[in-house]
């Protein structure tokens, strides 16, 4: 793969993709026919998502129209309540939830949401963007079930500006109004395989949809840019363990194209022996990282091999926020590769992660990189990374899936 390649790609892809939306499923046949020109034989599977379509969505403070996008499947109808702005999470503060509508720094996440639920608010509004940009971009957030699980009250989501508008002029009241059109859809991952001399398989992921403002170069068709790199090395040599690529869709949305095919797939898991996923690689600034959901002897071999390719690089024993991490909560080791940029050269979830933060030069110096390793994980007598997940990374993927709460926060 060229850089005249990589450049075409992401010129081809300089749309939004959100998850379930046929903008997602016109890339997957997008990738499914770069594939077809290497010779390969890709395929799609479809999986079921909650989708919502916004007739309406307003929020009136103190008798003045706030510019608002609805949350997805939250619910329609009608609340008004006194506004209350809600910096901090803890004991405390959540007393003052109660019949209130909640403005929150931060997302709604799992246990913030059944904070809130348990102390009583009737309504929450989130915000994002930046002040100090000159755009009054807001993202389109989601009310996601595994959050809710059917519990759910109103939401909307504001720039900041509005925000800070809101909290200086000690807003009293709030409104808000929404109308929309709560189903099911579909989602699909495309599918392709390598065979090798062995029936166990490498498993490769990347999420190839994007958020709401977002065209989504850095994040994330710079992996599945990868992949493509990687399927088209690999198809050309022979190979010990077989190679599964599975470019997932609605990863933005809570990883639903890894958990839908790990679901689908349980009987085939025990031949998976390893999974590489690609989640941002290729920015023109930043470092390389290489995030270990397994044992740490990993950690230390990554240190060595970068050492002896001559690449920067940072490993570390964690859980990342991407498609490799339903795999590692079955059992199978996993890392994640990224070349992590600073935020004032390069942001994700917002209307700048295009092209310009990219270079196709880079792209192809990471996936060399990746491809060096893949040899040696792909050619390997025996796959060394252990299948036994440590106790540590076990109580991570815990509170990372919500399962348990983490303590220390």
């Known amino acids: 793969m060229n850089t005249t390649q990589i450049n075409q790609i992401f010129a081809d892809t300089a749309y939004v993709r959100m998850g ?53 499947c939250c619910g329609s109808g009608e609340v008004t309540a006194p506004l209350y702005y809600m910096p901090h999470d803890d004991a405390y503060s959540l007393e003052g939830v109660k019949g209130k509508i909640v403005l929150n720094d931060g997302g709604m996440g799992y246990w913030k949401y059944q904070d809130l639920l348990e102390k009583g608010a009737v309504g929450f509004i989130t915000y994002d963007g930046n002040a100090n940009y000159v755009d009054e971009d807001m993202d389109q957030k989601e009310l996601r079930s595994y959050v809710s699980k059917g519990n759910k009250i109103l939401g909307v989501n504001i720039n900041a500006k509005q925000a800070i508008e809101l909290v200086k002029n000690d807003a009293k009241e709030a409104t808000i109004r929404i109308k929309q059109n709560e189903y099911k859809g579909t ?3 495309v599918v392709l395989d390598l065979p090798g001399e062995r029936e166990e398989v490498i498993v490769f992921t990347a999420h190839y949809d994007s958020t709401s403002l977002s065209q989504g170069a850095y994040d994330n068709m710079s992996g599945s840019i990868g992949l493509l790199g990687i399927a088209e090395k690999f198809a050309k040599e022979p190979h010990r363990y077989g190679m599964r690529f599975i470019w997932c869709g609605s990863e933005e949305r809570g990883l639903l194209g890894s958990k839908a095919y790990v679901a689908a797939h349980e009987e085939e898991l025990s031949k998976i022996q390893f999974v590489i996923n690609l989640d941002m690689i290729g920015c023109i600034m930043g470092h390389f990282i290489a995030c270990c959901t397994c044992e740490e002897k990993l950690v230390h071999y990554l240190q060595y091999f970068g050492a002896v390719e001559g690449f920067g690089i940072k490993p570390y024993q964690d859980v990342y926020s991407s498609d490799s991490t339903p795999f590692a909560d079955k059992g199978i080791p996993a890392v994640s590769f990224a070349r992590v940029a600073p935020g004032n050269t390069a942001t994700i979830h917002n209307s700048y992660d295009t092209a310009k933060v990219m270079s196709a030069e880079q ?15 792909v050619n390997a007598g025996k796959c060394p990374v252990s299948k036994e997940m440590p106790e540590n990374m076990k109580e991570k993927l815990d509170i990372y899936l919500t399962r348990k709460r983490d303590k220390k926060k």
């Open 187 to 189: 989602s699909h991952n």
């Open 20 to 72: 379930g939306r046929p903008e997602e499923l016109k890339c997957a046949n997008y990738l499914k026919g770069k594939c077809a020109e290497m010779g390969l034989e890709a395929h799609l599977e479809e999986f079921e998502v909650d989708l919502a379509d916004i007739e309406t969505a307003e929020l009136i403070v103190d008798g003045k129209a706030i510019p608002c996008k609805g949350y997805f």
């Open 363 to 377: 792209m192809i110096r990471d996936i060399d990189f990746i491809n060096s390793f893949t040899a040696r994980m």
